[in-house]
């Protein structure tokens, strides 16, 4: 069974940061790509950011871009999310998936996310 467990969110001022960890099981971690999504309330699920299997290719959004900074532990089975320079448009309920951009959604392996609340 694939287990997706998030944490490090919490409430932090504007320009701050955080790092969120995923600590993944139930399956071969260092074969997969995966991918930080969020959340906001009230909206639709955002893809984040990926990462390939080994780490040596990443990808973001341009609203992240520059900011956050996604890596992974293969032999911790462990994604990280380094976010910096915090905005309130940050805030959300985050989560970590495995897949790439492309795959994520229906792959449908899913975290219980993490929220992150950026605020003055």
């Known amino acids: 069974e694939v287990q997706l467990v998030e944490s490090g969110g919490g409430m932090v001022q504007p320009g701050g940061s955080l790092r969120l960890s995923c600590a993944a099981s139930?399956?071969?971690?260092?074969?997969?790509?995966m991918s930080w999504v969020r959340q906001a309330p009230g909206k639709g699920p955002e893809w984040v950011s990926s990462?390939?299997?080994?780490?040596?290719?990443?990808s973001y959004a341009s609203s992240v871009k520059g900011r956050f900074s996604i890596s992974r532990d293969n032999a911790k089975d462990t994604l990280y999310l380094q976010m910096n320079s915090l905005k309130p448009e940050d805030t959300a309920l985050y989560y970590c998936?495995?897949?790439?951009?492309?795959?994520?959604?229906?792959?449908?392996?899913w975290g219980q996310g993490t929220q992150v609340t950026v605020s003055s």
């Open positions: 139930g399956f071969t971690f260092s074969s997969n790509s």
């Open positions: 998936a495995r897949g790439g951009p492309a795959t994520y959604q229906s792959k449908g392996d």
């Open positions: 990462i390939s299997p080994g780490g040596a290719s990443t």
